[in-house]
């Protein structure tokens, strides 16, 4: 069975571009989370949805950020205008309403 | 504000050796704790989870959860190269959103 998929694997943009991620997650996982990874913050939980419905995006740091989950097998996260600063590897994770999550590859963001 | 605190390492240890990662949550009615495993480059990926107070073994794992100090562990026996990682505690503190709290992991080297 196939687990996460994110798409892009690695992303170079130049700043005030907009970057979409996007993610499949495993079927018949209800809860989708992103993620986002630094050396300096460590892995931080950005927004999550619930059954398709945003439940807690107090992680988005700014209004440049987005996330869309228009049904069970797919989301995606915008960021628009992108800055350096949201350089980092962003990774998609599912669970089968429970705890255990199951984590994408990741996508590997860079903005020059 | 729930955290998981992690000694961030390097932990290095000889092969054939024992590792011990340790970890430490504020949040006392956590109820779910998990240890993930992350290699350089790639995505988490859940190797052992622990609901009640003991030990719980699995091959050369074993994680330890004692909720009246708020302190979950993890040993590795025999130790091999190919443990070498970063390994992330994470902490789920109940609710139906399956929210977890990482924290932000120790690297651990084995060394031939």
């Known amino acids: 069975d196939a687990g996460v998929i994110q798409s892009p694997r690695h992303e170079v943009t130049e700043m005030g571009q907009e970057v979409t991620l996007r993610c499949k997650p495993i079927?018949?996982?209800?809860?989708l989370f992103w993620y986002r990874q630094t050396m300096m913050r460590g892995l931080e939980l950005l927004i999550y949805f619930n059954n398709n419905v945003p439940i807690d995006d107090s992680g988005m740091p700014e209004d440049r950020f987005s996330a869309k989950m228009p049904n069970a097998s797919f989301s995606t996260l915008k960021i628009q205008p992108s800055e350096p600063r949201d350089s980092a590897v962003y990774f998609c994770?599912?669970?089968?309403?429970?705890?255990?999550?199951?984590f994408g590859p990741g996508t590997r963001l860079t903005v020059l | 504000q729930k955290e998981v605190e992690q000694n961030s390492g390097p932990l290095s240890v000889p092969e054939g050796a024992i590792a011990s990662l340790n970890c430490t949550y504020s949040d006392r009615v956590s109820q779910s704790f998990f240890w993930y495993r992350q290699y350089s480059g790639k995505s988490p990926e859940l190797i052992m989870s622990?609901?009640?107070?003991g030990d719980k073994e699995d091959g050369r794992f074993t994680a330890q959860l004692n909720k009246a100090s708020q302190y979950v562990s993890l040993l590795i026996r025999d130790s091999q190269p190919s443990d070498s990682a970063t390994y992330l505690c994470?902490?789920?503190?109940?609710?139906?959103?399956?929210?977890?709290?990482f924290g932000k992991g120790t690297l651990l080297t084995v060394n031939p």
């Open positions: 079927s018949g996982h209800n809860s």
């Open positions: 994470a902490v789920y503190s109940g609710g139906s959103n399956y929210k977890l709290t």
């Open positions: 994770a599912s669970t089968e309403g429970g705890n255990e999550q199951f």
């Open positions: 622990i609901y009640s107070n």
